[in-house]
Structures are given as C-alpha cells and as structure tokens.
C-alpha cells in the first residue's frame, strides 16, 4: 500500500523509543479508551476540530459550508471538504488527517538521520492503532529497514494475529499497551474485549526478543492492588519481556474531546501521585519485573 492517513509527524521525541526520534501517528483506532489523550486518533478519516476560544464569531465558516453541517453539527452532513478550515482567518476550525504516500514520510524521516545516529534513535509508529492499516504501516517499516533506521511500534496489541506477524521482523522494538486484565472492564473502557490483546502478546513474546510493555495508569480503572497483581502475573508468564513502563494517567486532551464535541467520560478523575506511582512500580517489581516509571 503506497498510501495512509496519518494526523501528525512529532519530530525529536524522546518518550516513543531511545534516543532522538521521529514519530509517525496513523489515524484509525478500533479501541475508544475513556482516557485516549488523541481523540482525533480516533475516526479512520478526516476531521474538522472546532477552537471555540479563537472563534470571533463572523460567520464565515458558515458561508463558505456548502452542505450546512455547522449550522446544524447534529446533522451529519459534513463532507470534510475543508472549505470552512480555508475560510476561517482565526484558525479556529482545522482539518485533522491526511492523506500521505510512504515516499512523502520517509522522506520526512530521513531529514533527521543525524540526531538518530547520534542518539541511538529512530522511527516511532504510533496512532491510533497503526496496525490497523497494515499495507501502509508494513511499506513504512521496510523503507526504514532500506536505510538501517530503528523502529519501533507502538501498538494496542488489538489487531489480526497474522498482521502482527507480518510486520514482526521489521520491528526492532515493540511498545506494546496493556491497559486491563479483567475482560469486563476492558470492554466497559476501551470497547473491545482483551482477548485478543493478550494472546497476541503471548505468541509475540515467544519469537521477538524486544518487547516493553507500557501500562497507563488510570485513577479507579486499573490502579488498584488486585489489577496490577493480574498485571504481573500475566507478564511474568510471558517469554520476553525486557521492561515495563507504567504511565501516570493526565488530562491534557480533555480540551480536544470539546473541540471534537465528544463527551469525555473521565472528567473528574485526578491523575496519580508519586507516591502512588512509587507503589504500583514496587507491586510489579514482586513479580521480578524491570519497572520504570515513564518511557
Ligand atoms: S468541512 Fe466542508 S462540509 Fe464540513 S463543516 Fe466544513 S465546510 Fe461544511
Ligand atoms: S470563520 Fe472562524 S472565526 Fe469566523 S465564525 Fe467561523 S470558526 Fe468562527
């Protein structure tokens, strides 16, 4: 597949890998977690995000709309032409995702060579779930195997067991989300059975040898005493791991949820304390896990 929709390139990020790297976010996500801080990750297609703060309220959007999808958001009848995006002077609307041909990103990859030989560093495919556009995502990772650039996948783990597989060789490093072990509550707050997460981290774990698990922790959702046990037992059976990294929950894009005018259904929650981070590290190290807070 020579082509995907992506929503954003973030260049020297030091959080999706080691070292110095470039990180590539595909568009489309089958899971919808209560605490995604990328809604607009989200939808398989474009979007338009709506600023209210930079909006002076001059109509222009509305003029320039040819179906009346804002005067009337409830209708459904935007076409994500883009023509309000290109009539607003304040940038209050945006268009979110587009459409890009893998030359185009590797290109874009390839500006920063330097930092990565320098640093260690690399490529990052994260989304959304790259997976999900498995043509795009396997052409990307063979043209940074071409030039010898790391890679590294960040992935829900939710995807065909055959796709993973596909793609498994050409990836040097996998990020790989846990989020829940009790099924229940994993369709309660992500939408999708765990099922397939975890067997597909099974079978990854017995033929790749580069594997971090990242939990984020989310306040009432998985923090307690029982859920990071499940957690660890689960990890400690597995083959290959080389560390887990557990992430403090944040809200940084509740204002996005507004902007999409999507309900945020965790809005009182608080994110985690030191403390509290200091001891779900300590939980997982009982099961002999290297346990980093962060990564
Ligand atoms: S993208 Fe096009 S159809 Fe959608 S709201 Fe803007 S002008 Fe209207
Ligand atoms: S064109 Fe921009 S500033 Fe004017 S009403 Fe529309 S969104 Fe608001």
């Avoid at 976010?25 to 089958?30: A, E, I, Q, S, Y």
């Avoid at 060789?169 to 229940?184: E, G, N, T």
């Avoid at 307690?224 to 791991?241: P, R, T």
Wanted: hydrophobic share 35%; glycine share 8%.
């Amino acid at each position: 597949m020579d082509q995907g929709i992506i929503f954003d390139i973030q260049k020297y990020s030091i959080h999706d890998g080691p070292g110095i790297r470039t990180t590539i976010f595909l568009k489309g996500c089958p899971l919808n977690c209560w605490w995604c801080h990328n809604p607009e990750s989200q939808s398989f297609n474009k979007e338009v995000l709506f600023w209210e703060d930079r909006c002076i309220g001059c109509g222009d959007c509305l003029k320039a709309c040819p179906t009346g999808a804002i005067e009337k958001e409830s209708n459904n009848k935007c076409i994500l032409c883009g023509n309000c995006v290109k009539a607003c002077s304040t940038g209050a609307r945006e268009l979110v995702g587009r459409r890009v041909t893998v030359s185009e990103v590797i290109k874009d990859i390839e500006k920063d060579l330097i930092f990565y030989d320098q640093s260690g560093g690399g490529a990052t495919f994260s989304g959304g779930e790259a997976v999900s556009q498995i043509g795009f995502l396997k052409s990307l990772l063979k043209g940074c195997r071409e030039r010898e650039i790391h890679t590294a996948l960040d992935t829900t783990g939710f995807c065909d067991r055959e796709y993973l597989f596909q793609i498994a060789d050409l990836v040097d490093l996998f990020l790989y989300d846990l989020k829940i072990m009790d099924d229940h509550k994993h369709l309660k707050y992500t939408g999708v059975s765990n099922n397939r997460i975890l067997q597909n981290l099974r079978e990854l774990s017995l033929c790749h040898d580069n594997i971090v698990i990242r939990i984020p922790i989310i306040p009432d959702v998985n923090d307690h005493d029982n859920d990071i046990d499940a957690m660890g037992k689960f990890i400690k059976s597995l083959l290959n791991v080389r560390e887990v990294n557990i992430l403090p929950y944040h809200n940084t894009g509740m204002d996005k949820y507004k902007r999409l005018n999507i309900e945020y259904l965790l809005s009182g929650a608080t994110p985690p304390s030191k403390d509290k981070m200091e001891h779900i590290k300590k939980r997982l190290e009982r099961f002999g896990l290297q346990v980093q807070v962060g990564g």
